[in-house]
Structure formats: C-alpha cells, structure tokens
C-alpha cells in the first residue's frame, strides 16, 4: 500500500495493522479479537493518523478536528495526554515508536504498515463514529459511594426529555461544578483552566475576571443571577472558604472560613453549608453576608448533601447519608425541616440516592438514583412531588435522563423548565510501574487492565508474573488474574456474589478472599472463603459480622489478620486460613471519628503493623506503626498533605507504600522508610491515586489510577 493511503473498496470501517483492528463506525479498538479501552480523543487522533499513514499530521490539524473552536481546553495538554493514552494503549512509547511517532516541533505520524484490506477512512467516517465513543466513553462511573432510594412499587417510566451536553471539556479539564441561573439563560462552571459563563442560548462563553491566583467552583447562584456563592481551597491542606462573587468580575467577598455544599435561599436572605468539626460534620445556615450562623444538625457518622430550598424559602430538604458500623455501606435518607423550628422530618429512604436535590416551584423534588445491577456504575435523574407541609411524597416517582454516568450538581431555573446536572465517570484500572535506579525512582505506569469496568489489584501470584485484582466486568465483583504480558485476563473466582480483597495465604498456595452481602440487604455478615492458587472450588474459612479487610505474612510467619467493624468501633483478629480459629488482639485505640476511614497493613514478616484514620483529629495524617515483638508504637506525619487513602508494606518490609493528596486535587503515590522519610515516587493532577501493591520480587508495583470527565448536561420542558 502506498504511504498517505489507507483506502479499500470493502467499506467494512476496520483499519487493521500489527496485530489491532480499529473499527471506525463502531469506535472500537481489538487487539487479536479482544475489546481495547480507548477514550474518545485519543480514539480520534488514531483515527486522524490512520488517514494518511506516513505522513505527518501537524498539532495544529488535529487540534482543528478534536475540538470546536468553543472549547476552553489548555490544547497542548490535551493533546500529549491523548496521544500518551493512546501509546498505552498500543502497547507503543515515544522513545521507541511502533505505531506512533513523534516529530519534533510539527506533529505525529502513524509508522506502522496498514492492512491492504483495511477500509477507506473518511472524514464522514469520523463525524459517525463520534456519537458512538462517546456513550461508550460515558458508560464508565465512580462506583465508590454506595447511598440511594429504593420505593417500593416503583413504575420505571421512560424519560420524556433529552438531555444535551452544554460543555465538552476532556478529562484533563474536567468540569469541577456547574450550575444554572434562576432565570435559566447562563451557565456558571469551572475547571482547572479558569471560571467561565456560558450563554446557554447561543453558547458564548467567556471567562469571568477574577483576581490573579483566586480560582473558585461556582456552587449556588442569588436570584439576581448575577451573584453567585462559590467555594475556593487557598492551600494543599486548606478547608474550601465561602466567597461571593459577580459574573462582571471584581473583588470576591468572604462570607466564612470553611464550607462546601453551599445552597442560597431562593430569596437571597439565608445561606446553607456542610463543615467539618472535631466530632464530625454540620448542616449550617447563615445570613447571605455571612452574619449569625448557627447549626442545624451535627453527627459523627454522617454526611449531608446540598439543600434544596422550597420556593417560598421556609423550608429544606437534603439527604444525609449515614455510615452504621458493620453494615459496610451507607443508609441514606431525604430530611425535610423548616429553617426555623427544629423538628426532622424523613421525606424517604435508601440506599442508592445520590447527594444532590433540587426542588421545583410546581411542588416536585429532583433526585439522582443509582441503577441496579448490571447498570450499578450508573446514576439518572427522578422527580417526585412532595408535600413540604405533610412531608409525604405525593404521585410516583417519573424519570427524567436514562443515560450512563455519575451525578453531580443538580441545579433547576426558576420557571422549572431547564435543569441542569454535572455527569461525572471515573474508570478504575490496574497499572503496571518498574523500579528503575536500584528502587530510586519508577518508571511511567503503563495500562494493564484494558476493559471498560472497575478493576482493584489486591496481591501478585507467587511467580510475580501475574496481578490478581477484582473487576466488575462480568456484573458482580469477581477475581481475575492476567500476566503484566497480557491484554486479557483469566477468571479465577466467578459467581453472583461480589467478591473482594483477594490475598495470597502465608505458604502462597491459596487466595483468601471475601463476600460481601449484597446492595441494599440488611445482614452484616461477610463471609472469609479460600480458593487453590490453581484452582479448584472453594472453601469458606470463617464468617463474620462487618469483616471489611484481611491480609497475611509471608512464610517463616504464618499471621493472619482480620479488622472487624461494630458498633463500637474497629477490633483486630488474628486467624488461621485452614481451620478458621481466630483470636481478638488487643491494640492501642486509632484516633479517628468511626471504623470506615480506617486502614492498615500487615508487613510482610508478620512483625509490624501499619495503620491510619483518613478522618483524625490529628493536625496532620499519621501513620501508626504497632511492632508486635514488644508491643511498642512509633508514629510518622506527613505534614505536607491534606490526607492518606490507604497503605500497603514494600515487598522488602523496610517501606511503606501511602497513596495521598492535597485539597487542591493533587494525588501522589509516596514511599515512606520507617524513619518517616518520604518520597513521592508519583504525582499527578489529572487521576486518582489508589493504592500501590509490590510484586513478591520487588521489581514492579501494580497501582490502581482512575480518571475520567465531568461536564455538564441540560434537560428541557422535564
């Protein structure tokens, strides 16, 4: 084939080369047959390269064909991040190009030969194939929270409107909050770019003047729509504060120290806001100066949503979604009160509601719902009419949006005719990073888990040539393994129950892992069971109420450990794998405000233990380290960060691994010595950082990253 030419007169819209086929029409890539993750723009620049293989296509071409002229994207980022997902995809690096080269100061050009038989691709072919990707693109959702409603009888009625994107930022600007103006003509939102209005009418968007450093989320718009409350995090570890600001531009004004979650009264008179306090969070209100605040509500085991305001802005509604030690997930549940009296009262309640609400002047209440299973990564949008006077919900509950993805911010216009909503994915997947330097630094993770699911590596088989992590690829939780030289994974624990923290047993022959009860049951028990590193059908080992992690030592140790979370806080276990004995071990009390935001780790030799509280009192996130040879404590801060999600030993146990961030959306992968020296080995603004799990031969991590979009959606005459 000559170069510049991937025609063909087959008009099938697969592109072959290497051992990948690229299907224009349906915006997939295969590789020997099996189903390739690839986002929507780095799914575009291959099929822009696969025009004219050989050739170089300029930046400023591609840049002209990915995104409008509309778009407020920072291009040159875009562009190398989507190049980047697309080489690990491929398999392919700058430094030694198989499929995508890099030319200096002009472009990229596609180096690989073409399949003869591959299929014109056209520019018609691209404008087809965009619609595809990008509902495949949205498939994707954060599965983490775990609150929403269940009605009984509940009629699943179609949506009876459509809803239309209003942005179209990538996952490297993701839209940080949106919201509409009660007159329903403008849209507010932010990234990490800069604050901008939009005309929702002509999209015209222009960014709002501000002074030079002060990057606020527009949350909650005054009925001039001019105004608007926004939160703004000044620093790493720094709580967001409450401003005011105009649209025209100006001096912002502080209205309180600490404060998300705002919601202004449709009157302008009164403000509301969560906080944090020592013992837990607060519902407050405030008059819209900031003057005379006061508490509505406070718990230790709870958080609230942002209000909805009634239309005569006497009363509220807001979901508080509670953590019940031991049930492992969260009961939440619609509380209605007027601002004036206090009085509680429960609109409805379960277990998949969404945080957001807004309340409309025609006596409906707007809702997000998490789908069930096999949909359960996805949210969609319900009204229902209420009675604020009887607080009873009144008619059955309708649907409004019937689409893949998260639910963010829910804001309605004044008139009820326009709502607006921030759709939000993360996709969870397991990467695969080297040591370089003798351990000194880590190479760039390369993509291992190449699906569209959630994916959670928990432990290495024995070899170190293979992760095990669970993935929801098949509905329920179930554990896979796949070689670090693989693109597919094989199936080791299946079923129709979800499964999780899957460990290899001291002697390396057996995977110990968990049940959880199911979305929405109300039993505790969680049953520990062990399945043959080579299979065979397994074995329950003990069961439980609120078992929430177990991990062992490796072999001359033979420990064991389980955390059990109760109602009076978290205790630890120790078992043996094979006939499921256990023992409670005495440990000195983790400060903290309850059992979920607690983690630890048993270090490889069975004599230390790790743990932390990501909920403290404490100035700064510490790790405890409990030596079980003498009973001694020694504990390590990390006063550069805002918090630590989770730790894992190093494979060596002279280390730790931290997973940690900043307020102002900074992840890093740190490694911690235990002289409390720290390292952060990885940084990154645009993914989530998880964990990190050290191969047995301490060459490789298997980390868990996730990123995704955020933008914002609108819903017409609903």
Do not use: C
């Given at each position: 084939m000559a170069a510049g030419s991937a025609g063909t007169s087959n008009g099938t819209g697969k592109v072959q080369f290497g051992t990948?086929?690229?299907?224009?029409?349906?915006?997939?890539?295969?590789?020997?047959?099996?189903?390739?993750?690839?986002?929507?723009?780095?799914?575009?620049?291959?099929?822009?390269?696969?025009?004219?293989?050989?050739?170089?296509?300029?930046?400023?071409?591609?840049?002209?064909?990915?995104?409008?002229?509309?778009?407020?994207?920072?291009?040159?980022?875009?562009?190398?991040?989507?190049?980047?997902r697309l080489r690990d995809a491929l398999g392919d690096s700058a430094e030694n190009p198989r499929f995508v080269e890099t030319v200096a100061r002009r472009g990229y050009r596609f180096v690989a030969p073409v399949n003869e038989t591959a299929p014109q691709v056209t520019q018609k072919t691209i404008r087809k194939r965009?619609?595809?990707?990008?509902?495949?693109?949205?498939?994707?959702?954060?599965?983490?929270?775990?609150?929403?409603?269940?009605?009984?009888?509940?009629?699943?009625?179609?949506?009876?409107?459509?809803?239309?994107?209003?942005?179209?930022?990538?996952?490297?600007?993701?839209?940080?909050?949106?919201?509409?103006?009660?007159?329903?003509?403008?849209?507010?939102?932010?990234?990490?770019?800069?604050?901008?209005?939009?005309?929702?009418?002509?999209?015209?968007?222009?960014?709002?003047?501000?002074?030079?450093?002060?990057?606020?989320?527009?949350?909650?718009?005054?009925?001039?729509?001019?105004?608007?409350?926004?939160?703004?995090?000044?620093?790493?570890?720094?709580?967001?504060?409450?401003?005011?600001?105009?649209?025209?531009?100006?001096?912002?004004?502080?209205?309180?120290?600490?404060?998300?979650?705002?919601?202004?009264?449709?009157d302008g008179t009164l403000i509301t806001f969560t906080t944090q306090t020592p013992t837990g969070r607060e519902l407050r209100i405030m008059q819209s100066d900031g003057q005379n605040q006061r508490t509505l509500t406070h718990a230790s085991e709870t958080d609230f949503g942002p209000v909805a305001w009634s239309p005569d802005s006497r009363v509220i509604a807001y979901v508080r979604a509670t953590y019940h030690p031991g049930t492992l997930g969260f009961d939440a549940r619609v509380e209605m009160r007027n601002v004036q009296a206090a009085e509680i009262g429960v609109l409805f309640s379960d277990s998949r509601l969404g945080p957001g609400l807004a309340w409309c002047k025609d006596g409906r209440l707007i809702y997000s719902l998490q789908e069930r299973a096999p949909n359960q990564n996805d949210y969609n949008i319900w009204s229902v009419g209420i009675d604020e006077h009887s607080r009873r919900v009144t008619g059955t509950p309708v649907r409004i949006t019937s689409e893949p993805g998260g639910i963010g911010a829910i804001t309605v216009s004044n008139d009820g005719k326009r709502l607006a909503f921030v759709r939000q994915t993360l996709q969870r997947d397991v990467y695969i990073a080297d040591f370089q330097a003798n351990g000194a630094r880590l190479s760039t993770p390369r993509l291992l888990t190449l699906d569209e699911r959630q994916d959670f590596p928990y432990d290495w088989t024995p070899d170190a040539k293979s992760v095990l992590f669970t993935s929801d690829r098949d509905g329920p939780y179930h554990i896979f393994r796949q070689r670090i030289d693989q693109g597919v994974p094989d199936l080791v624990v299946g079923g129709d129950e979800d499964l999780t923290i899957a460990r290899l047993s001291p002697d390396r022959s057996w995977i110990i892992y968990l049940i959880m009860p199911k979305l929405g049951e109300t039993s505790t028990t969680v049953r520990m069971m062990r399945v043959p590193v080579n299979g065979s059908p397994p074995q329950t080992i003990l069961e439980g109420p609120g078992i929430n992690n177990q991990q062992c030592a490796r072999l001359p140790s033979t420990l064991c450990l389980f955390s059990e979370i109760g109602a009076s806080g978290v205790k630890m276990f120790s078992f043996d794998p094979t006939n499921g004995s256990s023992r409670e071990i005495s440990l000195p009390p983790l400060?903290?405000?309850?059992?979920?935001?607690?983690?630890?780790?048993?270090?490889?030799?069975?004599?230390?233990?790790?743990?932390?509280?990501?909920?403290?009192?404490?100035?700064?996130?510490?790790?405890?380290?409990?030596?079980?040879?003498?009973?001694?404590?020694?504990?390590?801060?990390?006063?550069?960060?805002?918090?630590?999600?989770?730790?894992?030993?190093?494979?060596?146990?002279?280390?730790?691994?931290?997973?940690?961030?900043?307020?102002?959306?900074?992840?890093?992968?740190?490694?911690?010595?235990?002289?409390?020296?720290?390292?952060?080995?990885?940084?990154?603004?645009?993914?989530?950082?998880?964990?990190?799990?050290?191969?047995?031969?301490?060459?490789?991590?298997?980390?868990?990253?996730?990123?995704?979009?955020?933008?914002?959606?609108?819903?017409?005459?609903?």
């Open positions: 990948f086929e690229a299907d224009l029409r349906a915006g997939e890539l295969r590789r020997n047959g099996s189903k390739v993750k690839l986002q929507e723009q780095p799914f575009q620049v291959l099929t822009v390269l696969l025009e004219r293989p050989g050739e170089v296509v300029s930046r400023e071409e591609l840049r002209t064909k990915l995104w409008p002229s509309d778009t407020f994207v920072d291009f040159d980022h875009s562009l190398n991040a989507a190049v980047r965009r619609w595809p990707i990008a509902v495949v693109i949205a498939v994707v959702l954060l599965v983490g929270v775990v609150i929403g409603f269940h009605a009984a009888k509940r009629i699943f009625s179609a949506p009876r409107a459509q809803a239309r994107r209003l942005t179209a930022n990538p996952a490297e600007a993701p839209v940080l909050n949106g919201v509409i103006s009660p007159d329903g003509k403008y849209l507010a939102f932010s990234d990490n770019t800069g604050f901008y209005l939009r005309q929702i009418d002509n999209g015209e968007t222009h960014p709002v003047p501000l002074p030079q450093g002060f990057r606020p989320d527009p949350i909650s718009w005054f009925p001039d729509s001019s105004h608007l409350a926004a939160t703004w995090v000044a620093g790493p570890k720094e709580l967001p504060s409450i401003w005011v600001i105009s649209t025209m531009g100006g001096a912002p004004r502080k209205l309180a120290d600490a404060g998300w979650n705002l919601s202004v009264s449709p400060p903290g405000t309850s059992g979920f935001p607690y983690d630890w780790t048993l270090s490889p030799d069975g004599k230390m233990l790790a743990r932390t509280a990501k909920l403290t009192t404490e100035k700064d996130p510490t790790i405890r380290l409990f030596s079980f040879d003498n009973g001694g404590e020694q504990k390590i801060a990390l006063p550069a960060w805002a918090g630590v999600t989770s730790l894992d030993w190093a494979a060596d146990g002279k280390s730790l691994w931290a997973a940690a961030y900043t307020n102002t959306n900074t992840w890093a992968l740190l490694n911690i010595d235990l002289k409390g020296n720290i390292r952060p080995m990885l940084e990154d603004k645009n993914m989530v950082m998880g964990w990190a799990i050290p191969s047995p031969d301490g060459r490789r991590l298997a980390i868990w990253k996730a990123n995704g979009t955020s933008n914002v959606w609108m819903v017409e005459n609903f």
